[in-house]
């Protein structure tokens, strides 16, 4: 039997937002009850609310939308590496007792718990340089259990910038709490949203199974 483990976020009012952009908000379109035989909502919200995939297009305005993207990289084998109360920025340092023989995808804990009902200013990010040399490894997916692989204040979005000039995918508001470290299989497919900056994603993990 393969241990599964779901690594999103919880998306409900008051879910927290980087500050600035929409919160989650539903309201009731219809309501079972005479003459309605359904329950039908309508839903507001970023499309970086909760655990999500960036598109290029959120970090380079000729990049494509999330619904244009390959579906590759968010499906298959990773490594979970811990780097939990490392300071403002992941390093290679932190990560590198686990960088032998990297799978092409890699999700790093930084919390011992991640705040998943309030926003972190002080959140951890990735080094530039850390994102250079998993993508030197052959990374092709890198994800964070934070809001943005950048520092919150950052208005160049250094990391950002290196996942678009190589060609990297990103999944940000992981919750890896409960994650040992180690290789899993990865799926946490975005919606097919054809003109949207990224998108919401249920990730999850699966054991591999045994050699």
Known sequence: MQNLWDISQPVAPGTPVFPG??????????????????????????????????????????GASIGLVDLAPYLGRCRVIHAIARGPLVTWEHIAHAVHDLPPRVLVRTYARMPVDRWDPMLTAYAPETIERLADAGVRLVGIDTASIDPAESKT????????????????????????EGDYELIALPLKLMTADASPVRAVLRSLPPP
């Open 157 to 180: 979005l250094d990391s950002h910038q290196v996942i678009r000039r190589r060609n990297l995918r990103v999944l940000e508001n992981l919750v890896l709490d409960d994650v040992p």
């Open 21 to 62: 952009d929409t919160p989650y908000q539903q309201q009731w379109a219809a309501k079972l009850g005479p003459g309605c035989p359904v329950n039908v909502s309508t839903l507001t919200l970023s499309p970086h609310v909760g655990a999500h995939a960036d598109a290029p297009l959120h970090y380079d305005p000729e």
